[in-house]
């Protein structure tokens, strides 16, 4: 989990993504920004929160800074994922981003009424998923660990 100073360690992400290209992409891109990233991907609703609660259990381990979650997966919905993250102790206060390819206004006042940081569509190419990934690098740099004056 990041400290005060973004610059020092890497951002810990976790990416709900069935799709493999996605997921290739992402990792390009985030290896194109100003602070370290280390995504780690799962395939299926059910393995992302078996993964969470497991990482939670364990108190050597660190829970991410932030999930990028996409709303249609093959084994459960995303908001289902979102729902649950949001009413267990201790997954509760992780931002989740939702990324997905849904640009349907439901989905997104569904998200954010479930607590969702934010919502984005996915980006349908790699510069796409490089301007998602400043985005993200402006976010954690700008806003949740800002430098004091």
């Known amino acids: 989990m990041m400290s005060q100073d973004p610059s020092s360690e890497s951002v810990d992400v976790l990416f709900v993504e069935d799709n493999p290209g996605d997921v290739r992409l992402a990792e390009e891109a985030f290896k194109e920004i100003e602070i370290s990233v280390d995504l780690e991907s799962v395939h299926r609703g059910q393995n992302a929160l078996e993964y969470l609660h497991e990482r939670y259990e ?15 997966l093959p084994d459960m919905d995303g908001m289902e994922i979102l729902e649950e993250l949001k009413e267990t102790q201790g997954l509760e206060s992780i931002p989740v981003i939702v990324l997905t390819n849904s640009q349907d206004v439901n989905h997104m006042s ?17 510069d796409g998923y490089d301007e998602l990934a400043h985005s993200l690098a402006s976010f954690f740099i700008d806003i949740a660990y800002p430098v004091e004056e």
């Open 58 to 72: 364990r108190e050597d381990e660190s829970r991410p800074d932030v999930i990028l979650l996409d709303l249609h």
């Open 110 to 126: 569904k998200s954010l009424e479930k607590d969702a940081l934010a919502y984005f569509a996915k980006p349908f190419d790699p």
